[in-house]
């Protein structure tokens, strides 16, 4: 807990104490007619102590809320005016809204599909171009086989809870958070013990097992949050949307829950292809599906998403990276375990440091640190809002190697919309195991090199013998002895030719003479290594980046005339929806025809833009495409001439009609900026 | 059935009595003692008659198999070698192939990601960018309300019959079929009756209702075809890949079988979008799901498949086309309803004519033809192996204006790649119904207009005294009259003052009397017109594009020294999966480094690409690439100057380092031509 917060709690906890006792001091002067001068006095100081207590509960409230006492309101309506502006403008469209829609399910409409497609656009460019990677798309309908091997079926679940009369269905952790987070935020006469636990119980919430959960719900008295009834004893959801392949009935099949699992069972074939070279990385975009209890947080947590997903297989003895020193000098926000354990908060670092310091397991695992922190910024997300903070030894996975998420501050809090995780070899050995495929990299040694290796070699003859019926046992005890146990037995028989041994399937010692075993060291020659690379896999949740995008790149203005605030996207051109809207200033056969000529060339070009021709005044078409993100607007008001108006500036510049097109997608394509177009082009006012 | 099948049908029969005849004389003979000379004679005119038979037997092989007599076996091997190359080129992979895969769903490798993508790309610029259409995104997880609006919950089913023993599913028409081809193609002695009839069932394969292929199925004894057991009757299988959204279990949900119904529940929102103005188009490009029975034809019957489609929206009453001129003399293959019905074939027809003909029902329904015809013969499809095949009447749905498919022939056949249907106001209509939404649009008259109305207004009071409980029906009988009805009943009113009236839902006459309606004709102002828009839909199969693609792309040629094929795919730069390779001709530094700035280059200006500094002979460098079908590479041989080859012509030309990047880029973004590259730099020999 905050150390403000404790000692506020703890202070109001005395003021209030004293403010009993002093109330219990004026009663006792009344019962025994004291003085009125006496008794005024008295509570005069009651009356101060009530003054400090409520000063302090005031300074409580503020700091529970998180400084500003009015943030997290001016955070809930800063989400509804860019919520409100997304759905008016169709970025976004609850789904099958006409029928009611379907929570955790929304349509990207024409502005927010253009927004999605440019941003998979970048991405392919970014990394899969840039890194020649090898894109593979798999179907989103997945046997049962494959998910049993990588765990999904067993373990992808959340643990929900009933409503016991009406069977409304809740997530046990969310309803144990809520509790939490409600009591610490209203009830400000918690003691800092029961303030403690609370909080300790909201850190541990991930870890705490059903039964745990269960008892915790039981000893605060939660219940259903709309009925108020009693809940179920929590018990796991499967989060997969099951359905069944081919017309049977008899082959189990889920909806992806990733895209990963495509990949790695195509590791040997994807290896063959790369030339069986490592490293190498496979990627894919597409749809992943997660059938969630009851999804909240609008477009940060739904039933259905787009992923983009890279498996960078890499030798586990060397996760050096060729193009590491291109991003070793960028410093930005990281936020390493310690750092979070001891209380303190995300810094500026150097990610050659992190790197060199061992804060981040590898180079590799760095290196796409680097290239997600310039992907994420590129895109135009607020680089002072991304932090990268690695897992805690506890959100972990047993196999990972490390962890580590970008977050990006939004209304809802810091969101993790990229998670970089070294795997290590967990999912390939898995995929070998249930398939009996190796999944295995080969390095072949320039020359053979020798080795050394332990033989045990038991003389069959000699054990049956000897054990009879049990023969096989010992013979297996015998070939599964380490290079200590081994080497341990053959000094002792070599020194007094019988040893004890404990085979463990017979559950006691048989004795074990010279002539039954053969144990050396022997030389032999290696041509090659045989191994599971180890995978480095970043996952990008493309709907939550783009959702924070929005935020980031939403702003209000006032109006010319000061009557009304203006919304404004402030998307980078590669981003923007549409490029560019074209007016003709007044409606006018002559400038709709140059209009026209501008459009053409601009889709000749590729860059998609918008003509309006509504004879609307050019203040309100200004607005309309600024609350759309579109970043230029060329206004025709002459035969040979243009005006450009750039969207953030509201900058103008005069262009020739011939050379618009190409001025806009130079600046669209990254190839010039609207600085060099200001200063190259006569400006307008 | 074909003329000459038909016709060689009948002599071989005839051929065969005329067989067995002489064969009986032959015996005829003997028995009788004849002379040997007779008999000798006797038996060289019977074994002339066999000869005939066999020769006719050849001829009807021939034309059975449609043509040169080894023409299905040629088909069979092209077939497979465009696939084995495919496949070990990993263009494809069946999925989950370390499990043993699943019937029906591949996933594209690296090279077929690529093509994918850029026929996506194209698509976006040709349709989306091109015709300023709003672009949707919407869910593959859909409501079961929503599919049954549509019709999809109770229609979109095969018939399945069931192996009585094993239990393994098969689609009844496809058992059919393939019974009717067998015997048709090795069965010389089917009568001509016979053959006939199994032609008949062919056509109407189709339409046969569940009894009708049972009863088929019974009458030619058809049985299992892996394990020859009796089958079950046919029943309906529903194609949708069911499951169950959120965690209760009780709300179903089906995996979309078409991406067009998330547009059809968002026209209120997409109209207001483009500002309540008619016609707009409205595109998606996402993954449907069909259950298929038992998925053959590898690529082109899968069960998930991507889907790019469009729904365009018009006044039913204006279906013009401002931009129809431009495709109007586009000419091509059709293949109209009447040529199918009579027999004919496919012939070439200017759209123009067809439209104005009436052979193609709309102006917009024909400019959609000539955008496809278009788009398919950039990628690289066949222009004379495309064909626009009419639908029957059977075959279309009873609300459809017209529909035409895009028809490109493979080595499967005629494989409709492209669906392109008027389907009048239907889909709106349907939705309209069950979500009570009205899903109309608005035509505002410039100035209002009078229309002439028929008022029928009851007169309560009297028709109580009258009719006392049975008021209601007859009130509501007289409501319901239309035009005619209600002005025959005032012209009999005022001449007779009474008239009898049929109540059907009293089931007799009742006696109207004038005081107890008043009928007449009203003039009103009408201030706009509400309709339902008609939607034109063009609905591609991009899996099955690709796959038409990959085999009019595939050829193959001699290696230089002539001992071996090489595999080419022909693809057009716009489509090929990756752009250009960079060797240097030999292992050397200097050469490597010139390789990595020429790369650099093309990734900086988004140009995949692949370099390759293996040791490999150029020659079989070329080969491997070829197979790739990439269309240029660059051999680097000196630090200023590198030769670029173009695949195909396999013409090289010399170009300084510095411009290479830069010409591959034109040539593939469409800017410039290899004939334009050809002719602006030295030949290289």
């Given at each position: 807990m905050d150390a403000a917060e404790e000692s506020l709690r703890k202070s109001l906890a005395e003021k209030q104490s004293a403010v009993e006792a002093q109330g219990n001091a004026v009663r006792g002067l009344k019962a025994s007619g004291a003085s009125k001068l006496e008794i005024d006095s008295a509570i005069k100081a009651l009356n101060g102590l009530k003054l400090d207590k409520t000063t302090i509960e005031k300074q409580l409230q503020s700091v529970i809320s998180g400084?500003?006492?009015d943030s997290s309101i001016s955070k809930e309506t800063f989400r509804q005016s860019v919520g409100n502006t997304l759905e008016r403008r169709l970025f976004y469209i609850p789904s099958f809204k006409i029928y009611r829609g379907v929570a955790g399910l929304y349509d990207y409409g024409p502005p927010g599909c253009a927004v999605k497609s440019n941003v998979l656009g970048f991405w392919r460019q970014h990394f899969v171009l840039e890194e020649n990677m090898l894109e593979v798309d798999c179907p989103?309908?997945?046997?049962e086989i494959v998910l049993k091997a990588s765990g999904h079926v067993e373990k992808f679940t959340d643990l929900m809870v009933k409503?016991?009369?009406?069977g409304t269905c809740y997530r046990a952790d969310h309803l144990l958070k809520d509790f939490c987070n409600e009591k610490l935020q209203?009830?400000?006469?918690?003691?800092p013990e029961k303030a403690a636990e609370l909080k300790h119980v909201l850190a541990l919430l991930d870890d705490l097992s059903a039964e745990e959960l269960g008892a915790k719900i039981k000893e605060y008295g939660i219940?259903?949050?709309?009925?108020?009834s009693p809940l179920s004893d929590p018990y796991p959801f499967n989060l997969m949307f099951q359905t069944s392949i081919?017309?049977?009935?008899l082959s189990a099949g889920y909806?992806?829950?990733?895209?990963?699992q495509g990949i790695f069972v195509n590791f040997k074939d994807l290896y063959y292809y790369n030339?069986?070279?490592?490293?190498f990385a496979a990627a894919q975009i597409g749809q992943a599906f997660r059938n969630e209890i009851s999804p909240r947080q609008g477009l940060l947590r739904v039933r259905e998403f787009t992923l983009a997903e890279i498996e960078h297989f890499v030798d586990p003895e060397d996760k050096s990276h060729p193009k590491y020193s291109e991003v070793a000098n960028l410093e930005f926000l990281m936020f390493p375990r310690d750092e979070q354990m001891s209380g303190q908060s995300a810094k500026r670092i150097r990610l050659g440091e992190a790197v060199s310091r061992g804060i981040v397991n590898n180079e590799t695992l760095g290196y796409f640190i680097g290239r997600v922190y310039l992907f994420l910024t590129r895109l135009g997300i607020d680089k002072d809002r991304l932090r990268f903070r690695q897992h805690l030894a506890n959100e972990m996975?047993?196999?990972?190697a490390d962890c580590w998420d970008a977050e990006i501050e939004s209304s809802y809090g810091w969101i993790e919309c990229v998670g970089i995780a070294d795997r290590s070899a967990y999912d390939l050995r898995a995929h070998s195991d249930k398939s009996g495929v190796p999944l295995v990299a080969h390095e072949k040694f320039s020359e053979p090199r020798e080795v050394e290796k332990l033989v045990i070699a038991p003389v069959k003859k000699e054990l049956g013998l000897a054990f009879k019926g049990n023969q096989k046992k010992v013979l297996e005890a015998l070939e599964a002895m380490n290079e200590k146990e081994a080497l341990d037995m053959k000094a002792a028989l070599e020194s007094k030719g019988e040893v004890d041994f404990f085979v463990c399937t017979l559950e006691k010692n048989v004795s074990i003479k010279q002539n039954m075993v053969a144990i050396s060291k022997e030389k032999q020659k290696e041509h090659q290594r045989v191994f599971t690379p180890s995978v480095i896999e970043p996952s990008f949740g493309i709907g939550r980046i783009i959702y924070c995008l929005y935020e980031h790149s939403f702003y209000t203005r006032p109006s010319k005339d000061g009557d009304e605030q203006l919304n404004v996207f402030r998307f980078p051109p590669l981003v923007a929806p549409i490029k560019c809207t074209v007016f003709?200033?007044?409606?006018?056969q002559q400038y709709e025809e140059v209009a026209k000529i501008i459009s053409k060339s601009l889709t000749a070009n590729g860059i998609s833009h918008k003509i309006d021709i509504t004879g609307t005044s050019i203040g309100k078409r200004y607005a309309r495409t600024d609350e759309l993100g579109v970043p230029f607007a060329i206004t025709v008001d002459s035969t040979s001439d243009v005006t450009i108006r750039e969207r953030d500036s509201k900058d103008q510049v005069r262009i020739p009609v011939t050379e618009a097109a190409a001025v806009v997608k130079g600046v669209t394509d990254g190839l010039t900026t609207w600085e060099d177009v200001w200063s190259s082009f006569p400006h307008h006012t």
């Open positions: 400084g500003g006492g989103c309908v997945t046997p409503d016991e009369k009406t209203k009830d400000l006469s918690l003691t219940t259903a949050p709309d009925t108020k081919g017309p049977s009935g909806m992806r829950p990733e895209t990963a030339g069986n070279k490592l490293p996975a047993h196999y990972a003709p200033l007044v409606q006018n």
